[in-house]
């Protein structure tokens, strides 16, 4: 049986499924294989926070507009609770904890029966305590199940005509702060300024890194070229300066997708 073939059997199985959707590549694309499967039985929801990049929000609506999936979103508050702001490692865990800890009374309330995430098989190979927090709250990974990695999925996205075919990996703007420093909102804003700015200016594959009193910006492998035009370079550097950071530099090592 074909890799597609299997996630629709396993999602068919499911009869009702609640999407933890980020508009990403992977949950975008769980998202649209269960649309078309079991219409208004799929519904997807995301989590807004500070640790939210706001350039995205715009997209990740468009993205479900486009599937023609319902599109919930809710406020989750990760950023309460110490134990996410210590950053000591497993950060991810309480994210993900606080949550399937909204998502579940909600799946409750529309009379869904499973709630599924955008794990895909590449992603076990890391040390991930995100991972940890679906198998605490049952929630199901079914790109994993019917053993799917990135590539396969990224090329069937762009057979079902997903514009996130080629999106660069997303993540989180805690993700850009060194384990052991203190995530707060004050600093989640001035990386997602800057990391909006860099989108407005044009780059599509970029991460501004927290080192205070420096930020290192990553840029992908075809961008870190347009740094050698003057006027470019002034405007990163104005943009980070903006931001509190009183040093920015550029990681020589290209960011990739």
Partial sequence: MQKLEKLQEILNGMGSVLVAYSGGVDSAFVA???????GDRAVAVTALSPSFPSYEVADLHHVAKGIGIKHLTVETKELENPDYRANRGDRCYFCKSELYQYLIPKAKEL??????????????????????????YQIRSPLVEAGLTKVEIRALSRELGLSTAEKPALACLSSRFPVGTEVTPERLRRI???????????????????????????????????LLVSEVREKVDQLCRESGFAHATIDLAPLLR
């Fill in 32 to 38: 649209k294989v269960a649309f078309d499967l079991l």
């Fill in 111 to 136: 009379g869904i029966q499973v709630i599924v995430n955008g794990t895909n098989v590449d992603d076990l190979s890391d040390i991930r305590p995100g991972l940890k927090a679906a198998q605490d």
């Fill in 192 to 226: 997602d300024n800057i990391e909006s700015g860099l989108s407005e200016l044009g780059f599509k594959v970029f991460r501004a890194r927290f080192h205070e009193p420096i930020v290192r910006i990553e840029l992908g492998q075809d961008e870190l070229a347009r």
